[in-house]
């Protein structure tokens, strides 16, 4: 009975993990699926490492059954002392020799890519008018959400990074409030966004593996950081070079040009959005200063993938416009510790919130 309790219970725990870990395979998430060359390299040594231990652990399990089968005192007898190998200089030198070499397999790539993928001097190279060649972005990670500027460029953009395939793209990264850390499991990484220091590297997108994907990837804090740590998330959304330029300058023509309402209600819903102070955490302005407000710059909401990060609006059974209003009334039990105030019905009544709503859905730069 007890032996059929333990049995039982271990086979649910293995029922757990396949669950649990069923969930790692989806190519817009998964570190098995590499998605850039960057990926790729750190994918290649986990494998390497992976087959050396368990080529290691099949040997010794052999050599163990065979020991232990071979040698039973019930099949040679009482008496009987095998032969003894203590001081075997045939034996001694394979020990020592195969580990040392195993060793040198693992550790000659591991150094060569770690120094390889450490390498920035290409984020110092400069045309002849003196631009830096490489694109540079600014990742700031705050308590649970993320800033992304492109300082060459002079504009700022937040929870959803966009980024060009096929060429490298360099990160700085800080952390605002407290350690983080910045991960897109299929693209490579992960990077420590330290409050004290800035940590850089790069990473690579490759275009044949973000169209599988619709070009979004999905990003992670992969260091916890407190209670809504989980739902740390942005996502990425990758184009082809040439269109990385066009959104760059659509950004930039925005900032000249504010956005303006197109129609009463969102010229009510930006009324609303001035009145209720929203204003004083949020930018609608591309070109603000990264770490100059205190939430999302929402310049781009309108085209946002997922509403803070983990409302999906591409979700069937739940559109965009539910999505935030779910957001604004019910922030804090969505994302538990997060920095935006609540607003229930006496603060902003429910005609108000169908026209911020409006008017916030209307925010776009790109896509028309
Ligand atoms: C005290 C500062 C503050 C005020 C005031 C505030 N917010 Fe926020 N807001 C935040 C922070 C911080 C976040 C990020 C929360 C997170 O994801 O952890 C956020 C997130 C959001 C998001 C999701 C952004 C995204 O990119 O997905 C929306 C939409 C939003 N706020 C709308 C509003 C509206 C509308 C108002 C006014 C009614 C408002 N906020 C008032 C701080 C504020
Ligand atoms: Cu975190």
Redesign the pocket.
Known sequence: MKNGLKKWRLLSLFTALAFILSGCGEPFVSALQPAGEVARQQYNLMILSAVIMVVVIIVVAIVYIIAITKFRRSKIGEDVIPKQVEGSHTLEIMWTVIPIILVLVLAVPTVYVTFALADQAEMEEVDEEGNRTALVIDVRA????WEFAYPDQGIVT??DLVVPTDQNVYFNVIGHDVKHSFWIPAVGGKIDTNVENVNTFYLNFDSEAAENVDNLFYGKCAELCGP?HALMDFKVQTMSGDEFEEWVTAMQEVAEEEQQPENELQARGQEV?QD???I???AVDPTQQIGSS???N?TT?GE?S????ILDNRDPDLSQEDN?KD??RN?DSL?PG????V?NEDD?SDEDLDA?TEY?MSLKVFSE
């Open positions: 705050n308590l649970y959400w937040a929870q809504s959005y209720q102070g929203c004083g955490c949020h205190t939430g999302p929402l909401f946002r997922y509403v803070a990060g935030i957001w604004i922030s994302k997060n920095k935006m105030p607003y902003l911020l916030l």
